[in-house]
């Protein structure tokens, strides 16, 4: 078993690598196009290793659970897959607001979302761990996530208009001034400098570096106990995390520009970790086969890209029509 895990994260390590260009020196924002297309790959790429999973678990290499058929333990990856992807999609929304806030190009931001992503591999590695130990010894937990992931729910319908100026003078940012310095300005994308009297400091790009993972963290609060409903089984929940963060840093650049565009998706991610916080609760009491909750997560989805599109192309009119009306008169 270990020589697999060793296997996978030297995989992973490779496609980061390939993702950020390791060796070029190159410097430059991403375009749409771009992203789009490393997107595509990505996804492609973390969909794939359903067959991975599938082969593993039906022919119960590397000690994976009998009980769980390969066709089962499939679905329950692409739904956990599935899930880890949408729930990044707020992430996103957070993370641009960061960078506006610290005033971050967009020609360093991609060196900001690789350490993130480096850092949010440990970091959900550490805590699904832990999170599938707490499930096994203690089950009454699963009544405090189902009751936590209802109330981030229900928390998302919120307004979050003034997150965008509170980043830079957030707690978090305050109390790592305390304790190192921080240079202002853009020093080349380094994250470490010399001030004026010689001695070491951090960047503003370190320092957005620091934010961007504790936001992580603040959101595997909700990730992992929705994964969590999904399966216990933890290489199924592992691997199909690590999957979907793979794919995080062309994804926000895809959707960064646009998701103002999408603006009842918030609402679909609102329901989708409401339904699988009640799905926790009431785990003991009623049981969701794994390809019903597949079609749930992927009908939430699908429901808030399809009435943002909708919304979006009945807005277009209106704001032509405005336009128009609004002219100088002649």
Partial sequence: MYWFWIGFFVFVALCLAI???IGSRQTSELTFKSALKKTIVWVSVGMSFTGVVYLIYE????????KM????????YISAYLLEEALSVDNIFVISLIFRSFKIPGKYQHRVL????????VFRVAMLGGGVWLTKQF???????GAYLIYSG??????EDDEEDGAENSFAVRTLRRFVRVVDGDHGGKFLVRDSHGRRALTILAVTVVVVELTDVVFALDSIPAVLAVSQESFVIITSNIMAILGLRSLYFMLAGAMAQFDYLKYALAGLLVFIGAKMIAHDHLHVPNLVSLAIIAGFIGAGVVASIIANRRRAPAAGGDDGAGGTPA
């Fill in 59 to 66: 022919n119960h290499w590397l000690g994976a659970n009998p």
């Fill in 114 to 121: 690789f350490w993130g992503i480096i850092g949010a591999v």
């Fill in 69 to 76: 058929s390969g066709g089962d333990a499939a679905v329950t």
């Fill in 19 to 21: 993702d950020l260009g």
């Fill in 154 to 159: 229900l928390g998302l319908l919120k307004g």
């Fill in 139 to 145: 089950t009454w937990i699963f009544y405090f996530f």
